[in-house]
């Protein structure tokens, strides 16, 4: 099994609609976590850290259920710019970090 | 300012060249990291620094070779590469202070070609 697991996607979507990702983790020394967002041939591009209260940054609101063991990413109203690879990374303290497999978003007109 | 920069864009070496990979930040970060990335793959874990020390080493072969210099740069030594060592090398930074702790920020990337 994967220390991550992503949603494999592709997400193809119309603008405005709106999108979630999500991924479980095994490690549950896990201690932080973030949502990437990487265009093709970019490097990765942080988007979002998650908490356990949830935070929201505009039309993304991210999760983490510690419980559970996932997190989660919302997105609203998509927008075309929206399209790209969406990666979670889940870190313990020691900085080791893990990526999903990342899941690809294609927003459409 | 959160940029980490990195040298060359692009590098194309046969197996039996020996080049350098170089990454730099200049917003006090005390951890650095490698990571290779292979198309359609997320990035890879190869190295962490934390504060200039060596911390994590993914069993990654010895032809490959980091080194810290100081709190700032980043190096990766390069010899005896394979063709399927081809891929996206990424560094990273964190700050390991205040809130933003592990949060890593990536540099653009070196595109490494291996003949």
């Known amino acids: 099994r994967k220390e991550v697991e992503q949603d494999p996607g592709p997400f193809n979507v119309p603008e405005g609609a709106t999108v979630a990702f999500n991924c479980t983790y095994s490690?549950?020394?896990?201690?932080?976590f973030f949502w990437y967002r990487q265009d093709c041939r970019k490097e990765p591009k942080l988007l979002m850290s998650?908490?356990?209260s949830g935070n929201e940054d505009g039309r993304f609101t991210a999760q983490l259920n510690r419980a559970s063991q996932y997190i989660s990413l919302l997105i609203r109203d998509s927008k075309l710019s929206d399209s790209a690879t969406y990666l979670c990374?889940?870190?313990?303290?020691?900085?080791?970090?893990?990526f999903g497999d990342g899941t690809t978003l294609t927003v459409k007109p | 300012d959160t940029e980490v920069t990195q040298t060359p864009k692009h590098l194309v070496m046969g197996m039996t060249n020996k080049k350098s990979l170089k990454c730099e930040q200049h917003m006090g970060h005390r951890a650095m990291y490698w990571y290779k990335q292979k198309a359609k793959k997320p990035p890879e874990l190869m190295f962490v620094y934390s504060y200039e020390k060596l911390s994590i080493n993914e069993s990654v072969p010895s032809r490959f070779s980091p080194e810290c210099p100081n709190s700032s740069l980043l190096n990766l030594h390069l010899h005896a590469l394979q063709p399927e060592d081809s891929a996206l090398y990424l560094c990273?930074?964190?700050?390991?202070?205040?809130?933003?702790?592990?949060?890593?920020?990536f540099g653009p990337g070196t595109r490494l070609l291996v003949l």
């Open positions: 490690n549950s020394a896990s201690q932080s």
């Open positions: 998650v908490y356990s």
């Open positions: 990374a889940v870190n313990t303290n020691a900085g080791k970090s893990t």
């Open positions: 990273a930074s964190s700050p390991l202070s205040g809130g933003r702790g592990w949060t890593q920020y």
